[in-house]
């Protein structure tokens, strides 16, 4: 297929070169040129405008850092330049409002559209081992299905439009929320003298396990291996947490959802955030507890 690809950053970058790999012809355009080479160095055709890359385009994937850009790109450069009869996916991580009405839009111009997030980092965008969950009609779920498989381990058809942004926040909320529920309970076993690994041993074999303590386990040199065993680098940064949570927060309070946990979440990684601690792991979070 010829597919049009927008925004070539950490996560897009990877993605487009997976369907390069999956023999589709990529027409790639972000606004850095750095990103553009290296797109073209993994294969891809790259345009100087959004419009020239969607043009002809039988599918075009988004993964852009936000709501309002995703919004603007769609309504000027995508809805009415692209043909009508070209899919479009926006993988980015946005608001379920943004992402209904975006596609509402579309919709209302002859396209169909999905909303399809996904979860796993670089790693997965690079290895084509993404997790896509999937918002849209059934028959623009069918369609999207093999575009996102050649990127991805898992496709998930999560509802109608806007609910794979509504999955990704409810998860990621949670994960935020059991991240720092698993950090304070390790600072409060330490300080209670027990050994963490011993700690770590009953805990995960008990009702108290979850993810972020059996597979990414903030405590250095306990559990499998994971971003506090490398110093809090790499993984999952801390400011990405953070949008997500404000995410789930605005969603919450579009729906009257009371979320005190999310939120207590939300306003400790604020100050971790404004701390000057974004860039790292977001388990690095146990540093302040
Ligand atoms: P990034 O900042 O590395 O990449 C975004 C790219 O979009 C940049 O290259 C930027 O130049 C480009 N861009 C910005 N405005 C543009 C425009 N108007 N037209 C064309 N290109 C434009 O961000 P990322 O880490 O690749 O994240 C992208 C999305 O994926 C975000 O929504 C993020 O929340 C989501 N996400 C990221 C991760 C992660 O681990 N990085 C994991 C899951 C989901």
């Given amino acids: 297929m010829q597919i049009a690809f927008i925004g070539l950053g950490n996560m897009g970058g990877g993605m487009a070169a997976n369907l390069v790999k999956a023999g589709h012809s990529v027409h790639a355009f972000d606004l850095s040129a750095d990103a553009q080479a290296r797109a073209r160095e993994n294969g891809c055709a790259t345009f100087d405008t959004v419009r020239e890359a969607v043009a002809g ?23 009415g330049h692209a043909p009508t009869d070209a899919l479009l996916l926006d993988c980015s991580t946005i608001d379920v409002a943004t992402a209904r009405k975006v596609a509402a ?5 002859g396209y169909a559209m999905v909303d399809a997030p996904v979860s796993g980092g670089i790693a997965a965008a690079n290895g084509g081992t993404l997790t896509f969950m999937v ?3 059934q028959d623009a779920f069918a369609a999207a299905e093999p575009i996102l498989a050649a990127m991805g381990k898992a496709v998930i058809h999560a509802g109608d439009s806007g609910a794979g942004q509504a999955a990704k926040i409810c998860n990621n909320m949670l994960l935020g929320a059991s ?23 009953i805990s995960s074999k ?10 990414y386990c903030p405590v250095p040199g306990v559990g499998p291996q994971s971003p506090a065993d490398n110093g809090y680098q790499g993984g999952f940064a801390s400011a990405l947490m953070l949008k997500d949570l404000k995410l789930a927060m605005a969603a ?8 005190p946990m999310g939120h207590r979440a939300e306003e400790l990684y604020s ?4 701390a000057g601690q974004g860039g790292v792991d977001f388990s690095a979070i146990i540093k302040t507890l």
Avoid: H, K
Wanted: proline share 3%.
């Fill in 105 to 109: 839009d579309a919709a209302a111009a």
């Fill in 57 to 79: 385009a039988q599918a075009v994937v988004s993964m852009l850092p936000n709501g309002a850009i995703v919004a603007s790109v769609y309504a000027n450069d995508v809805i």
């Fill in 135 to 137: 918002g849209g009609a």
């Fill in 252 to 259: 919450a309070d579009e729906v009257g959802a009371p979320v």
């Fill in 271 to 274: 100050a971790f955030a404004e």
């Fill in 206 to 215: 008990a009702s108290g396990q979850c993810w972020s303590m059996t597979s």
């Fill in 179 to 201: 991240m720092v529920a698993t950090c304070e309970t390790f600072a409060l076993a330490q300080r209670l003298g027990l050994d963490l690994q011993t700690f770590y041993d």
